[in-house]
Each structure stands twice: as structure tokens, then as C-alpha cells.
């Protein structure tokens, strides 16, 4: 599925991380079974196993079993994630002992809570919960909880789910939204939570972990610091002094990073230096070895640099000491040091201890205060727009961040953090780009400028871009396991799975109980294909971080991929409520209530995702930037066959970058403009596949060709290997005559060696009885193979055949008499190759090959010269083989799109015919044979040179131009035209969208093209052409969609268009025209009934003209002068949906002589039903239900009522 990229911390991060040892004690075995483990830690818990007095420091990943008790101290804080998925979080001063876990659903868990506080998740409808405290016992059948013990009082809270809290003098029922307290003696009571935030409720813990990259070594600031760094660079390595070399690398620790530091430390320490110097020293190379995780030897260093610097310097370097000391030895609480605090230095670093012994509300309090005191400090000014930011306090936090700029707009941290809060909150992710790559020039070393960058490249799909980023970012800080997780998700969204997997390991490696990444080794692990490894994962990092929307958005997937639907529910549930506003968990329910047949929550769905997308303002703001949430209505209405209110979004968001944009306007059902005899196939739609949408997916699948397979029945919403093979058929019955199909279907999709999907599709399918025109006999089979081995690579290969005999209508009047067969064999083929020199700068190359065969045999009669009977018997074979070759090339910048390419192509067509003509006189009995043999072979080489800029400078407006040159050489001659496109599109309201089109087409003998198939989104209706054809097309169209349950359509297209070759339905025979104009109006209803209803309806007229040769101003046959289709679908999530339609088609004209066809209306349903298991599809399908007698063309009668019967299995 494509989705808003899992981002997973923001460039502030040294705010989220855990401390903990990473050369921690290897957990000790167990005897008895596990009831669950240990799955984070932060610095000082203990356990004691049952039957033991000794406490022992709690371990990561220690198993937990029954009559443990584990207890934190007063900056201590753990996770566990039990047996039963039960997730529980000890916070502050807690003493908790584990008696039980339940083994079933049936059982319960029982806890001892005798003091502090805990939080937990479990189940929704699974085994329950008993936490005994000294005042009251709370039963737990809820989801989302936390429970409180200060001396003889507990309080609970319930987020979601519902708890009994008793003791022996009474019990109360606390639901969602409320809580209860019960004190020793007392009866409890509840309450109701007012303007409750969940994630104040649960339990979160802080970091001093990456302290180190976060703090200075110079006093100076801003640009006393940028300008001492200047003057230094401007002296010649040779002339700087010792002073210089120190000051250098001081600088170095906030700007370029510890490389650079590093190197002028060891050109410092090379000099003469004094004991001030030498201490500052101590102190850079202190920084640095805490950088590099070397805690002990940083402590030294500290405490040396402590008793030899000035003031301000041994601010620093006591609370590195303490942090250092902290790191190295987390099991002992160290006291923080005594500095002023009339230094901001000092208040920074108090601040960041309080953020971690206390809690993010304690630290803020403090900066507030600070931020009075040192009202020109940008450093505190910053800190406190980020600690708001973490608090979603936004006044508070544009407050600081507007005073950090006010004071010093060019500094580093004060752009990053105000492009952070201009990414995240106000959409402005261009604008954040900008100015972060600015700071990155003046602090290139600065690790979470990078990261940023990397993430909001990622955020506007630049995933070249975005790893670019994040490599630089762990190359300035290896140490730090964020950028490293950022990266692996941004690598999994690639598919390259085996990369992601060593960057999970490295950044669990630097922090063993690092949440998200335990998060994203359940992606990796779902990937690979290990579902309940993968689940264990996400679970301990969702208990690790209970707030992390995101780590429940992947504990839903997984649930859902593992088929545990309600879990999943319950899931998707606890993430809107820790993120109300995050889109992909909308995204994630309209792809889940599609496969489970819920429609009208799949449309409610997926307008709240867009919704989301757009609320987040900048440049989020206008739908046609919103590729992703305006996809998402686009599948959600053509679930509900509302396929133009589909095509509205689908057109709307367009994206010639974007895979998904060619696949939803491939789906687009366009109009036949001529009549033809209808099939079980076309019930929902009316209309057949052509090769604009053929040419529409292969140029999707060029972006991303591991979309050639998807899961048969089933719904990944993160890809991982599959093999899915279904096998059915059908039983079709007309006039008492029966028939039969049978299809096989295989789809896969592996990562290794290289990330490859693949297809393959045969079938067959034969009605040997009943009429001529009726019978049946195909045999025909595809592949398609999709391979991305790099991030800018992507390989496509496709072939497909078929052999068929369509039926052939056998007419008989009083002065003519037809009978004939036919038999045509197709094999095609292509391959391809696209490649990304960066986002937006793709070139793409394919080769295209086609052979055809077909052969017909005609006997024909005609009573035409009385008494003479003139006819013939023969037959036509025709052989048709070309090859072609494209180059195609993609370039954006700025609001433009340029695409411009070449196509050459070449082949034969070669015809002969052979058999005997006759003129029999029935008087006199005399006949006269004459031979037939002809032959025809033509060569034919063609070109198309063309160039298109697309332009969308807002989301109201967007324009279209460009201009193709093609060449023909044929036998008969050659031929060239240059052909102009021009388009526009206007969105003058909410939900309106006026577009305007003119292009003029030529038809290629092959119709392959990477060239862009659409102008604006509108493509010339399909005409039957001639080789060399022209045809002029004015398009014009409005979209409105009134309400979310009312959308209307029209459009009008006129279209001159020269040599028109109209195949007759089910003959040998066509008519030609030499010019013709066209014009058609149609007017389209598409409506949401709710309660799974849709309604569609289309009513229109069209306008056909003659405009040379002898029947100069008569109607174009074939096509009908009125026409209309309306039909209401119905979706159910029993798994069944049905479709009805009715199609009127009036004033049609069979020949170019004007000989009229009656009108008529025509019936048709079709029903489909799943197991609940999806393992096999029913069908029923009825063509002309109420068996309408009518014809299509003159003497070709249309098919009467036709039942068709299906089942397919799935494996």
C-alpha cells in the first residue's frame, strides 16, 4: 500500500531517548516458564526473583515468572510485555509483584501494586486483569489504563475499556473518560475526567544519553561563536596558534562536528599549552568520548577539565561529569552538582536533569522561569520552544521560538527548531527544507539538522533525498541510534529489507531499549515474513513507548496481516487517540474497511484522511498536492462503482512522479463511443479495457514495478513474501446452450535476492452450441515480473498471448446470406527499465514487440443483379509483426514537470487471400468460377519525437502543453504531422473543477507509448482509425462534487477525425469514413446512499457527422444519437456485493445509407459473495435479464439473457 512515510523522531530526540547501560549484564536464565520479560529500562530498577531475599538490577530482556517483584527508584522506570500481550509500564518509586498471567482468554492476570504507579494495555475482549493494592482491588476488563498507589490511597484512570475498583466497603464500575479513588477504610468513589489528554496519563521517561551532542564547550554563543570560527578560518592552517586550534575546536563541537573537533584538538594539544588550556581541552575531549559512548573516561575527563577551567566552562563540566558518571554507572543515582543558576548554561543544564528526573512539565516550568530571567539568551529560548513542542503547548511554544529569532535568526538550533515547528505544525515542509539545508551550511556537523532534513524530504516524498540526509547525519553522529532507525524505515518503505535490518541492529546495538527501534525491527521482521516475531517487537516497543501513535499504527498492521481483526480494531483505536490527527491511521482504516466490505466506513475513512492531510495547512493546504489522502476517496468510491467521483480524485492529485496517480486514472472506465455486443464482463462497468489504460499502467509500473502482484483475498498493508494462487471457474448458460470458463492466477512477491513481484495469469474459455455469433473457444495466458534492486533502479519485464475463435454472427436475409469463422493468435511482450538520478529526474527506457496472426473464413451469397447471385468462398490470413523502442525523461523544478522522449518503432504486415468467387444464374443454371489469390506485404518504420510541460503553480490552477512530431513510412508513401496539446484546469470553489483541453492525435502501428497519455487529466475518446489517421479533439469537463454524498460530472468532447475504419460487431466487415466529426455530451450522477448504497448514472447525447465522400452530411453509423446507463451497487460486510444496471441506447443508424436500428433497454446484475475465511468467491452474474430482443447493427442481433456461475478457491 502506498503511505505517509512512519516517522519516528523528530530532530529533537535528545528529549526521547532511554538511559541505559549498553554493556548491560547478559539477563539469567530462568527455571520456570516464562510469563513475560523485561522490554525497557531507564537507569537504577531492581528485581527479586520469587523465593530469593537478594535484588538484583533489572535487566533487559529478563523473563519474568510468577512471585517476582520488581521496584524502581526515584528516577527509575520500566516495561513489560507478558505472554498474553498484556503491556505494562512501572513508573517512579513503584514496588510491583507479579503473581499470575493468564493462559487463556478465559483467565486473569493478577499484580500486586503496593506503591507507585503503573500503566497497561491489554486485549479488547481478552483475559482480564486483578491489581491488588493496600486499598482496593481494581478488575480490570479495560484496554487502556493507568493506576495510582501514594500511601493508603489509589486512584485509577480509565482510557478505554472498563474497571471494577473494590474493596470490602463498597465497588464502583469506571468507564472510559473516568476514574475512581479508594482510600483505606472508604468506599470508592468516581469522577469524570474533564478535557482529559491521554497521553498525560501514561508514563513517559527521558534521556541524558545525547546530552553530549547537544552541549557546548565554549561560552560563546550565536555569533560571537560563528564569528570567532570565521576569523580562525580566514588564518592559514600554518598561522594559527595554540589558541586558535583550541577556540577552533570548541566551535567545532556545535558547527562541524566531532571530526573536525577532533582534529583541531589534535593540532592544539600539539602546541604549547597552558593549565587553563590544557583543562579546556580535558573538556572538548570529554564532549567527544561521551559522543562516542566512552562513559568512564569521560567522567575523568570532566572531573579534571572541572578544577581547571573558568566559570562558565566548569558549568559544563560538572554536569558532563554528572551525566558521564550517570551513563556509566546508571544503577547509582548521582547528585546533581550545585552551579548557580545565574548562568544560563547552568539553567540549561538544570533543565535537561530535571527533564529527566522529573518529568517534560517540570523542565518547562523551569525554562519558563529561565526565559524571564535571560531574556536575550537564544539557547533557553530554543530549549523551551522545544520542550512546548514535546508538550503541545503551541503558544507557548511559538512564544519562545519568535523571541529565539528575534535574538539571533541566523543560529543553527534557533532555524532548526523553528523549521521543525514550521514542518510538523504549520505544513510549511518546502519552507523547512530550505532554511535546514541553509543551517547545514553554516553547522554541516550538526547530526540533527540532518536528520530533520532527511525526515521532511522523506515527508514530501524525496526518498533519494531523504537517505542522502540521514547517511549524513550518522556520519556526524554515529553514537546516536536515531538517524539510524529514521533511515531503516526509510529503506523498508523501499523494500530493501536486508540494509534496514543492519541498521535496526546498529541502533539497538547503541541502545538496547531503544522503543522505536524495537518498532521498526517488528516492521523488518513483518517484512520478512515472520509475523509473530514481529508482533513480540512491536509489542515491546509499543510498551516501551505507550505513546507512540505510530508503534500502535504497526501493532494494528500486524495484528491485521496475522488475521486478529478485532485486535487491530483496538489498535487503530488507541493510535487516533494518542494522534487524533495523523492521516495514515485513517489511511490504514480505508484500506481495512475495503477488504472487509464496509463501505460507507471505507468513504468515511478516507475523507477524514484526506482531511488530515489538508489540515495540517502549508503545503498540505490544497488537494492536488495531497496525492496520497486523494487516492484514498478515489479507491473508496470505485469500491461503490462511483467511478467518476473516483476519477474527480484520482485526476485531482495527480502526480507524474507518482506510481499510484498512473494507476487511478488506468482505472478510469471511458466510453465506448460505437456500439458492440456487451459480455458478462462489462455488467459493473459497461465498457472494455483499451490501451490507454494499458499504456497508464505500464508507465505506473515503470515508478514502481513491484505492483505488478498483490494478495489474492487477502490485505497486507505492509508488503512482505507471498505466494497466493487462485483457481475458478464458471458455468455460463444462453438459450438453453451452456458454456464454460476457467482461470488460473498466481501472484507472488520476494525479497530476496532482490525485492521482485511477479504474475501470471491463463484461462480458458469455450461455448461450443448454440448460434454462430454466440460461440466461444479461448485459450490465453500473461505474466508480468517487477524488480527494484536499488532506491533508484527499477526493472519491468511483461509478456502476454492468447488464441482465440470469436464468434462470428451467421446472416441470412432475403437477398444476401454470411457464414464465417475466425481465428486469431496475439503474443506481445516488453521490457523496461527506469531509473532516478534524483526525486524528480527519472529517465525511463522499454523495448515493445508484437506479433499477430489471424485467419477468417467467409462463404457469403448476394442476391444483388436479378437473376445473377453473386458470392464467394475465401480465406484472409494476416500477419502483423513490429518491435519498438522508447526513451522517455522526467524532470521537475520548481511548479513545472517537463517530459519529453523519443519513439521509434518498425514491423511488416503482410495479407494474403486466397479462395474462389462465383456468379450463378438460378434460369439458365450456367455459373462462373473465378480464382482469388492476392497478396499484399508492407513495411512500416514510424517516430514520435514529443516534449509536454505540465505546470501547477497552486492548487486552484494547473496548465498542460506540449507538442509530438510523428513520421510514417510506409510502402505507399510516407507521412508526417505535428501534433499540439494544450490543456488547463481551474478549481474556482471547494470540490468544483473546470478543465479545457485540445490535442490532436495520430495513430501509430504500435500503440505503445511512455509519451503522457492524458492533458490534464483528459484523454480523447477512442475512435476505430485507420493506419495514419488524424484526429482533432476539444475536451472540456466539469467536476462538482456538492456534499460527501452528491458528485456530478459532465463533459463534451468534439473530435474531427480522418479515416475511420468501424469494424461491424461480429463480422468481417467495416465502414469506412474518410472524415467525420463527433461531438458528445454526457452529464454523470453519482451519489452515496450510505448503508453500503451507491448510486451511478450517466445520460447523454451524441452528434455524428459525414463530412466527405458521397454520404457528405449523413450520420456516422454505429454510433447512438441518445444514450443512458444508471445502476445502483450494494456492498455488505457479509462479504457481498451486487450490481445492477440498466443501459438505454437510441436514434442509432446501421450504415451509411441511414437504415435505422430500434431503440432499447437492457438489464443486467451481477453478484459476488466471500466466505468468511476468503478462501473461495462465489458468483452470479445475468446478462439481459428480461431477455430483450434488439440488435447492435443491422442484422447482428444482441446477446439474449445470459446466466453466468462462478466459483474461484483461493490457496
Request: a negative charge.
Amino acid at each position: 500500500m502506498a503511505q505517509r512515510k512512519f516517522r519516528l523522531l523528530a530532530a529533537a530526540s535528545t528529549l526521547v531517548l532511554c538511559l541505559s547501560e549498553v554493556h548491560a549484564q547478559a539477563p539469567v536464565p530462568r527455571q520456570n516458564p516464562a510469563l513475560g520479560s523485561i522490554v525497557a529500562v531507564k537507569g537504577g530498577e531492581e528485581m527479586r526473583f520469587v523465593r530469593e531475599d537478594l535484588w538484583r538490577a533489572a535487566q533487559l530482556r529478563q523473563d519474568v515468572i510468577g512471585g517476582d517483584v520488581l521496584r524502581t527508584n526515584a528516577i527509575g522506570n520500566l516495561a513489560i510485555l507478558f505472554s498474553d500481550q498484556t503491556q505494562i509500564r512501572v513508573g517512579r518509586n513503584s514496588t510491583l509483584t507479579v503473581n499470575d498471567v493468564a493462559s487463556s482468554v478465559s483467565g486473569t492476570t493478577t499484580l500486586n501494586l503496593d506503591a507507585g504507579n503503573i500503566w497497561a494495555r491489554a486485549a479488547r475482549d481478552g483475559s482480564g486483569v486483578d491489581v491488588k493494592t493496600p486499598a482496593a482491588v481494581a478488575a480490570i476488563r479495560g484496554t487502556d489504563w493507568s493506576l495510582s498507589v501514594e500511601g493508603g490511597r489509589t486512584s485509577l484512570v480509565v482510557l478505554e475499556g472498563v474497571v471494577e475498583l473494590r474493596n470490602a466497603q463498597g465497588s464502583v464500575t469506571v468507564r472510559q473518560g473516568e476514574g475512581a479513588v479508594a482510600s483505606i477504610g472508604r468506599a470508592p468513589t468516581k469522577f469524570v475526567l474533564t478535557n482529559s489528554e491521554d497521553r498525560e496519563q501514561m508514563l513517559f521517561y527521558l534521556s541524558l544519553r545525547d546530552t553530549f551532542s547537544s552541549m557546548p564547550a565554549s561560552p560563546l554563543t550565536g555569533p560571537a561563536l560563528r564569528s570567532e570560527r570565521a576569523r580562525i578560518a580566514a588564518v592559514p592552517p600554518e598561522g594559527r596558534t595554540a589558541e586558535d586550534w583550541l577556540s577552533l575546536s570548541e566551535a567545532a563541537i556545535a558547527l562541524d562536528g566531532r571530526t573536525a573537533a577532533a582534529q583541531a584538538l589534535t593540532q592544539a594539544r600539539a602546541k604549547h599549552l597552558s593549565a587553563a588550556q590544557r583543562a579546556r581541552a580535558d573538556l572538548v575531549e570529554a564532549t567527544l568520548l561521551g559522543m562516542e559512548q566512552r562513559w568512564p573516561e569521560a567522567a575523568a575527563l570532566f572531573s579534571r577539565a572541572e578544577r581547571g577551567t573558568d566559570a562558565k566552562r566548569r558549568v559544563l563540566a560538572s554536569y558532563g561529569r554528572y551525566i558521564a558518571q550517570s551513563l556509566a554507572d546508571p544503577d547509582r543515582v548521582y547528585p546533581e552538582p550545585k552551579s548557580s543558576l545565574n548562568d544560563p548554561l547552568a539553567v540549561l543544564a538544570h533543565a535537561y536533569v530535571t527533564a529527566f528526573r522529573q518529568d517534560l512539565t517540570a523542565a518547562a516550568e523551569v525554562l519558563k522561569a529561565a526565559e524571564k530571567r535571560f531574556p536575550n539568551d537564544a539557547r533557553i529560548a530554543v530549549m523551551s520552544a522545544q520542550v512546548s513542542y514535546a508538550l503541545n503547548r503551541r503558544e507557548a511554544m511559538r512564544a519562545s521560538i519568535a523571541r529565539a529569532k528575534a535574538i539571533d535568526p541566523d543560529d543553527p538550533e534557533v532555524i532548526a527548531a523553528d523549521s521543525n515547528i514550521r514542518g510538523d505544525i504549520d505544513g510549511e515542509v518546502n519552507a523547512a527544507v530550505e532554511a535546514l539545508r541553509k543551517a547545514a551550511l553554516v553547522a554541516p556537523g550538526n547530526s540533527n539538522i540532518w536528520n530533520s532534513i532527511g525526515l521532511f524530504e522523506s515527508e514530501r516524498d524525496r526518498p533519494l533525498a531523504a537517505e542522502e540526509a540521514l547517511r549524513r547525519a550518522i556520519a556526524e553522529d554515529p553514537g546516536s541510534p536515531v538517524s539510524y532507525a529514521n533511515l531503516a524505515i526509510l529503506l523498508l518503505d523501499q523494500n530493501r529489507v536486508e540494509e534496514a535490518g543492519a541498521l535496526i541492529d546498529k541502533a539497538l546495538a547503541l541502545d538496547p531499549d531503544f522503543s522505536v527501534a524495537y518498532i521498526a525491527r517488528g516492521r523488518y521482521l513483518l517484512q520478512k515474513g515472520e509475523s509473530a516475531k514481529a508482533l513480540e517487537a512491536i509489542l515491546a516497543g509499543s510498551a516501551a513507548n505507550p505513546g507512540l501513535s505510530q508503534g500502535l499504527l504497526m501493532a494494528a498492521i500486524a495484528y491485521y496481516q496475522n488475521g486478529e481483526e478485532e485486535l487491530a480494531d483496538q489498535a487503530l483505536d488507541n493510535a487516533d487517540r494518542l494522534d487524533p490527527n495523523d492521516p495514515v491511521v485513517s489511511s490504514a482504516r480505508t484500506a481495512i474497511a475495503i477488504d472487509q466490505y464496509q463501505a460507507d466506513q471505507a468513504v468515511l475513512a478516507a475523507r477524514e484522511t484526506l482531511r488530515r492531510y489538508r489540515q495540517r495547512g502549508g503545503d498540505f493546504e490544497g488537494l492536488a498536492v495531497n496525492k496520497d489522502g486523494g487516492s484514498y476517496p478515489a479507491q473508496a468510491y470505485r469500491f461503490l462503482n462511483l467511478n467518476e467521483w473516483s476519477r474527480f480524485y484520482g485526476d485531482r492529485v495527480f502526480d507524474p512522479f507518482s506510481a499510484s496517480s498512473y494507476f487511478d486514472q488506468a482505472a478510469v472506465d471511458r466510453p465506448n463511443l460505437f456500439t458492440a455486443r456487451p459480455d458478462i464482463s462489462t455488467i459493473e462497468t459497461g465498457v472494455d479495457v483499451d490501451m490507454t489504460a494499458l499504456n497508464l499502467t505500464l508507465q505506473g509500473l515503470f515508478l514502481d514495478p513491484l505492483a505488478v502482484s498483490g494478495r489474492i483475498g487477502r490485505l497486507d498493508l505492509i508488503r512482505r513474501p507471498f505466494l497466493d494462487v487462485e483457481i475458478g471457474g464458471s458455468l455460463l448458460s444462453h438459450d438453453g446452450h451452456l458454456g464454460w470458463q476457467t482461470e488460473a492466477n498466481v501472484q507472488g512477491y520476494s525479497n530476496e535476492p532482490l525485492p521482485t513481484s511477479f504474475s501470471l495469469n491463463v484461462g480458458r474459455a469455450q461455448t461450443r452450441d448454440g448460434a454462430t455469433i454466440d460461440r466461444e473457444d479461448e485459450t490465453k495466458g500473461a505474466f508480468f515480473i517487477g524488480s527494484a534492486p536499488s532506491a533508484a533502479d527499477r526493472f519491468v519485464l511483461f509478456g502476454a498471448a492468447a488464441e482465440g475463435k470469436p464468434g462470428v454472427a451467421t446472416i441470412t436475409t432475403n437477398t444476401s446470406a454470411f457464414s464465417g469463422t475466425r481465428d486469431t493468435t496475439a503474443v506481445l511482450g516488453g521490457a523496461g527499465w527506469s531509473h532516478s538520478f534524483s526525486d524528480r529526474n527519472v529517465l525511463t527506457a522499454a523495448l515493445f514487440g508484437q506479433r499477430t496472426f489471424d485467419t477468417q473464413f467467409s462463404s457469403a451469397a448476394a442476391y444483388l443483379i436479378p437473376p445473377i447471385i453473386l458470392g464467394a468462398e475465401q480465406q484472409e490470413r494476416s500477419r502483423t509483426e513490429g518491435a519498438m523502442a522508447a526513451i522517455s525523461h522526467s524532470i521537475g523544478f520548481d511548479d513545472f514537470t517537463l517530459r519529453y522522449g523519443f519513439e521509434g518503432q518498425r514491423g511488416r504486415i503482410r495479407s494474403t487471400t486466397t479462395g474462389t468467387s462465383f456468379a450463378f444464374n438460378p434460369n439458365t443454371g450456367q455459373s462462373v468460377f473465378e480464382p482469388i489469390d492476392e497478396e499484399t506485404d508492407t513495411t512500416f518504420r514510424a517516430t514520435r519525437l514529443y516534449a509536454d510541460l505540465f505546470w501547477r503553480p497552486s492548487d486552484w490552477f494547473e496548465a498542460q502543453a506540449g507538442i509530438h512530431r510523428t513520421t510514417l513510412d510506409t510502402d505507399f508513401g510516407d507521412d508526417s504531422m505535428v501534433s499540439p496539446r494544450a490543456g488547463i484546469g481551474i478549481a474556482p470553489f471547494e470540490g468544483h473543477w473546470l478543465r479545457a483541453a485540445y490535442r490532436r492525435d495520430g495513430l501509430m502501428p504500435l500503440a505503445y507509448t511512455l509519451s503522457p497519455v492524458t492533458t490534464v487529466g483528459l484523454v480523447p475518446n477512442t475512435l476505430p482509425l485507420a493506419l495514419g489517421a488524424e484526429v482533432d479533439t476539444l475536451a472540456l469537463r466539469w467536476d462538482a462534487e456538492w456534499s460527501p454524498y452528491f458528485f456530478t460530472a459532465v463533459e463534451y468532447q468534439r473530435q474531427n477525425a480522418d479515416n475511420l475504419d468501424i469494424g461491424v460487431p461480429n463480422t468481417f466487415d467495416s465502414i469506412v469514413v474518410e472524415k467525420a466529426r463527433i461531438e458528445r455530451l454526457a452529464a454523470t450522477a453519482n451519489i452515496w446512499l450510505t448503508h453500503g448504497f451507491g448510486v451511478f448514472g450517466t445520460i447523454g447525447t451524441q452528434s455524428a457527422e459525414v463530412r466527405s465522400g458521397d454520404a457528405f452530411g449523413n450520420d456516422v453509423p454505429l454510433i447512438a444519437g441518445d444514450f443512458a446507463r444508471a445502476g445502483v451497487t450494494f456492498v455488505h460486510p457479509s462479504r457481498l456485493k451486487l450490481t445492477v444496471a440498466a443501459t438505454f441506447v437510441g436514434d442509432l443508424q446501421g450504415d451509411l445509407t441511414g437504415t435505422e436500428i430500434d431503440d432499447y433497454w437492457t438489464a443486467d446484475a451481477s453478484l459476488t459473495w466471500e466466505t468468511p475465511d476468503r478462501r473461495l468467491l462465489l458468483g452470479v452474474s445475468v446478462l439481459n435479464m428480461f431477455d430483450e430482443a434488439y440488435e447492435v447493427a443491422p442484422n447482428i442481433s444482441g446477446p439474449g439473457r445470459t446466466f453466468a456461475a462462478s466459483v474461484k478457491a483461493r490457496f
